[in-house]
Nanobody, 114 residues
Framework: QVQLVESGGGLVQAGGSLRLSCLAS????????MAWYRQAPGKQRELVAR???????TYADSVKGRFTISRDNAKNTVFLQMNSLKPEDTAVYYC????????WGQGTQVTVSS
């Protein structure tokens, strides 16, 4: 059984930064691809960033150069460093573990004011 718990969301002004964390339980973290998704009101959930077990990363075009995904396998934690935040980054951010079965956290709200 895998559980994912996100933290680090909040309210920030445009141009500011936030760092999201996702703590995973279970033994498959280090061998799994981890991802951050987000869902804004009235919109579909979208991929923000992904990191493989080997550390390869991919980003949505909208966040390239501003967001950085990283992982600490010793702590079963994946991070999303978000810089130069924009109002359009406002959404609920979800951590995901990609495996034979996908797992999701409960989400953390990020609100960027203009």
């Amino acid at each position: 059984q895998v559980q994912l718990v996100e933290s680090g969301g909040g309210l920030v002004q445009a141009g500011g930064s936030l760092r999201l964390s996702c703590l995973a339980s279970g033994s498959i973290f280090s061998s799994s691809t981890m991802a951050w998704y987000r869902q804004a009101p009235g919109k579909q959930r979208e991929l923000v960033a992904r990191i493989t077990s080997g550390g390869s990363t991919t980003y949505a075009d909208s966040v390239k150069g501003r967001f950085t995904i990283s992982r600490d396998n010793a702590k079963n934690t994946v991070f999303l460093q978000m810089n130069s935040l924009k109002p359009e980054d406002t959404a609920v951010y979800y951590c995901g573990l990609v495996s034979i079965k996908n797992y999701w956290g409960q989400g953390t709200q990020v609100t960027v004011s203009s």
